[in-house]
Each structure stands twice: as structure tokens, then as C-alpha cells.
């Protein structure tokens, strides 16, 4: 899947660079996988987005 277009949105608004929100996506992604069973559908989606923002603003 690729990263989302706002992806360097997020990293800014998280003050973070867009290597560092990428490495969260992927994370993410990996993580929504195990949540949600799969890697499609709107859930998986949801998850993966939700984490990712998660993630950058922990950073």
C-alpha cells in the first residue's frame, strides 16, 4: 500500500521529518494488519490511519 498523500502534512504538523512518518506508516500498516486480519478493507484503512497518527504524534 502506498503512503498517503498527506503523509508530509502529518510530519509537519507532528514536527517530525517525512523519513520518520514514513517509518510510522509502515508500522502502522503492520500493525493494523494483525488488528484487522488483513491487509484490505475499510477497516484494516481505518486502523492503519488511526495508528499513524498515533504514532507521529508520539514522536
Known amino acids: 500500500m ?8 502529518v510530519a509537519r504538523k507532528a ?3 517525512e523519513v520518520e512518518a ?6 502502522a500498516l ?6 484487522a ?3 484490505s ?3 484494516f484503512h481505518r486502523v ?3 495508528r ?3 504514532l507521529t504524534q508520539a514522536r
Open 2 to 9: 502506498q503512503a498517503p498523500k498527506i503523509l508530509p502534512w
Open 22 to 27: 514514513l517509518d510510522a506508516w509502515q508500522h
Open 41 to 43: 478493507g475499510a477497516t
Open 30 to 35: 503492520a500493525e493494523a494488519a494483525v488488528r
Open 37 to 39: 486480519g488483513a491487509r
Open 48 to 50: 492503519a490511519f488511526d
Open 52 to 54: 499513524f497518527v498515533a
Open 15 to 17: 514536527g517530525i521529518t
